[in-house]
């Protein structure tokens, strides 16, 4: 399959999004979450239609968008999914938020396995709840763990499923076992499944409501924001399946829906609905940089050890062995002028690791392992 290209630097240096606003012009940045490629072409136009129409109002997201995701999510994942239980929201943190106000009394626990997604440590006070956490263990879900923190009745658990920064696609086993623990316990599991489409070639992704039980007791929350790039643009959703769940959304706040962008609906509905093809290009293409930056490690920085993702676009590297001085995301900034995401922003597990992004180009990702081994 071809693979997708990407831009020269300097044309990259152009664009105003935060990884490339956020650091000085020498250094390379591959911290947050945003990809190098351009954006898939169905959705260029969709997009370049609009501005063209004048199409600037108000987004009127239903029931296009929710049609959309059911067609997407039954052709990649057989997950049948009722429109009618699609709920519109700005974008999935303020998804989670505005879940757990409902589910949470001030200062209820709510779990989480860190490292994870640095901002589940902020979505669950901001929400006004307690984060408990259930450390992974070897970098798989601790069911054991989970089992005597739902036996505590937390409010909520924030699952996230593929896994940032870990990459891990949690398997139908676990997540059956999850579901058990969570039905037994009574505890509402927030699936925030944006990763999903970035499943790689190898694994299988298993969104949470096709797992048996799993209706009354989770909500998932999908986006087109990671795998299409389209994170400015601002629109998720919220999915439920039973009527306990849809008691949930049901208590959101009214006005929820109205808080998406309108590029963001009209991006994600040719996304779903026009852009398999450029996703399974952009799966081939993160394959070959997972590869890549296997290789480049394995020969040039044998020191870093990581387990290569089954998901997503992040690599989670094992940076303790380099034994500096400096925090191993201030060495390779200061020594190398490579910017990654570091460790213990996702947890205390982090200390000693960095995330790396490789939704870029193969010359940027040899360049920046380049830095690194000179830095380190
Ligand atoms: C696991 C996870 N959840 C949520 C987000 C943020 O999503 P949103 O911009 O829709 O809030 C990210 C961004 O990288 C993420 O990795």
Redesign the pocket.
Same mark, same amino acid.
């Given at each position: 399959m071809d693979l997708l290209p990407v831009a020269p630097i300097e044309t990259l240096r152009r664009r105003h999004s935060q990884k490339w606003r956020g650091h000085p012009a020498d250094v390379l940045p591959l911290p947050v *979450?945003e990809m190098d490629f351009d954006l898939a072409p169905p959705i260029q136009a969709a997009l370049a239609d609009a501005v063209e129409r004048s199409d600037t109002g108000y987004p009127a997201p239903m029931p296009a968008l929710a049609d959309a995701l059911a067609r997407f999510a039954g052709e990649r994942w057989s997950w049948e999914i009722d429109p009618t239980a699609v709920t519109a929201v700005t974008?999935?943190?303020v998804g989670v938020v505005e879940l757990l106000r409902v589910l949470a009394r001030p200062g209820d626990p709510v779990v989480i396995c860190p490292p994870v997604?640095a901002p589940f440590f902020g979505w669950v006070p901001e929400a006004g709840g307690r984060v408990h956490e259930v450390p992974l263990v070897d970098g798989r879900l601790d069911l054991a763990g989970l089992q005597r923190a739902f036996a505590t009745h937390p409010a909520a658990f924030v699952l996230?499923n593929p896994h940032?920064p870990v990459g891990r696609v949690h398997t139908r086993e676990e997540l059956t076992e999850l579901v058990r623990l969570a039905t037994a316990y009574g505890v509402p599991v927030l699936s925030?499944e944006?990763?999903a489409p970035l499943t790689l070639p190898g694994a299988e992704f298993t969104p949470i409501l096709t797992v048996p039980g799993a209706a009354e007791v989770a909500i998932s929350l999908v @986006?087109s @924001?990671?795998a299409w790039n389209l *994170?400015g643009l601002k629109c *998720?959703t919220i999915v439920t399946a039973a009527p306990e769940m849809a008691a949930v959304t049901d208590r959101l706040p009214p006005d929820t829906p109205w808080r998406v962008g309108h590029f963001g609906v009209l991006a994600s509905i040719a996304a779903y609905d026009e852009g398999a093809p450029w996703l399974d290009r952009l799966l081939a293409t993160l394959d070959d940089r997972r590869t890549l930056l296997g290789d480049l490690l394995a020969e040039r920085l044998p020191k870093v050890s990581w387990r290569p993702p089954e998901a997503t676009f992040l690599a989670w590297l094992d940076c303790t062995a380099i034994g500096a001085g400096a925090t191993p995301r201030e060495l390779f900034f200061t020594k190398g002028r490579v910017a990654l995401e570091p460790g213990p922003r996702f947890g205390a597990a982090g200390s000693g690791f960095v995330r790396l992004n490789f939704g870029t180009s193969a010359d940027i990702l040899t360049a920046a392992v380049d830095r690194m081994v000179s830095a380190a």
């Open positions: *979450a974008d999935v943190g997604y996230c940032n925030d944006i990763h @986006s @924001s990671k *994170a *998720a």
